[in-house]
């Protein structure tokens, strides 16, 4: 392979790796924004979590202790 060569495939391959992660991030901006509109998730709570941290603040999620599911 010749140099030319080379460089053409560094650029195909710098193309199709900045498409793929554009997809990747506009999947995941579109999963939290459908997450946070069908309510399974408020991210607004976590953005003022930085905001507010204090050892009086209040739990913003409740953890279930169950001993009876077994995790995997």
Do not use: C, P, W
Not at 33 to 60: H, V
């Amino acid at each position: 392979m010749d140099m030319q060569t080379i460089r053409e495939l560094q650029g195909y391959g710098f193309f199709f790796f900045t498409a793929f992660l554009v997809i990747v991030l506009y999947s995941y901006y579109y999963h939290l924004y459908k997450s946070e509109k069908t309510g399974r998730r408020n991210y607004e709570k976590y953005s003022n979590l930085a905001l507010n941290d204090s050892l009086d603040s209040e739990i913003l999620e409740s953890v279930s202790t169950d001993n009876t599911k077994k995790e995997s």
